[in-house]
């Protein structure tokens, strides 16, 4: 089916620990969005991503790292997680098109111990 | 610089009653707004957005939204709630990256 995939669903990890949250869409879409979801914050953007190998920071994006190596798949690697890390992370996709609505994913929940 | 505040963090209204979930902006030039709808453990999906020259704008499941420019709002109506209409609201601006709100839960009651 097409769509956007979004794996684990669920993970926990410890203090310092490397995860990797990973991301595939299906339509081709040439703009991906990493967001955080807390309580109170609403979404916040960690990375996006214009294109294949082509990345930029959004509004929280220290202690993560992303990579776009192929257009489907937008991974989004927390070098050491720390307990602040622990949330909900939704990535998306979206045509690049201005005014063309984001496409969003089901979400990993994280938690860091 | 491009925001959006949801003022209120809830709303309570009865089935059947008009449902608004409201939303003022903040953005230099064209305002590309959007609203979309979290159900629990789903990801965000995407109601409707402003397009330029229409005040009123109509999307999924019967909602409209409202935009105001001298009051930079663009405010979410449906005139009949339904229970099944219980969820999250966000409200975002933006072309290509958008700024969410902080959301509003919204709870319609039999």
Redesign the interface.
């Known amino acids: 089916d097409a769509g956007?995939t979004q794996s684990p669903r669920y993970k926990i990890t410890e203090t310092g620990r490397q995860v990797t949250l990973m991301c595939h869409q299906t339509w081709s879409h040439s703009?991906m969005?990493w967001?955080r979801q807390d309580l109170?914050?609403?979404?916040?953007?960690i990375y996006?991503s214009?294109a294949a190998d082509i990345t930029d920071k959004?509004?929280v994006p220290d202690g993560y790292v992303v990579s776009r190596s192929k257009t489907e798949n937008f991974p989004l690697t927390l070098e050491s997680a720390t307990r602040s890390q622990t949330s909900v992370y939704?990535c998306?996709s979206?045509e690049?098109i201005?005014?063309s609505?984001?496409?969003?994913?089901?979400?990993t929940r994280l938690t860091v111990t | 610089a491009q925001s959006v505040a949801q003022p209120e963090d809830q709303v309570n209204v009865a089935e059947g009653n008009p449902l608004t979930v409201k939303c003022t902006y903040s953005v230099s030039g064209n305002p590309?707004l959007?609203w979309?709808v979290q159900y629990p453990?789903?990801?965000?999906?995407?109601l409707l957005?402003y397009?330029t020259g229409d005040n009123l704008v109509k999307g999924s499941y019967g909602f409209e939204a409202e935009f105001n420019k001298s009051q930079t709002s663009f405010h979410l109506k449906k005139p009949s709630a339904l229970v099944s209409d219980s969820a999250l609201y966000?409200c975002a601006v933006g072309?290509?990256?958008?700024?969410?709100?902080?959301?509003t839960t919204v709870t319609v009651r039999a």
Request: proline fraction near 2%.
């Open positions: 956007i703009y969005f967001y109170g914050h609403g979404l916040r953007l996006y214009a959004g509004e939704f998306a979206s690049g201005k005014n609505p984001l496409h969003f994913g089901n979400g | 590309y959007f979309y453990n789903r990801g965000l999906q995407f957005k397009i966000f072309d290509y990256k958008l700024s969410f709100g902080a959301g």
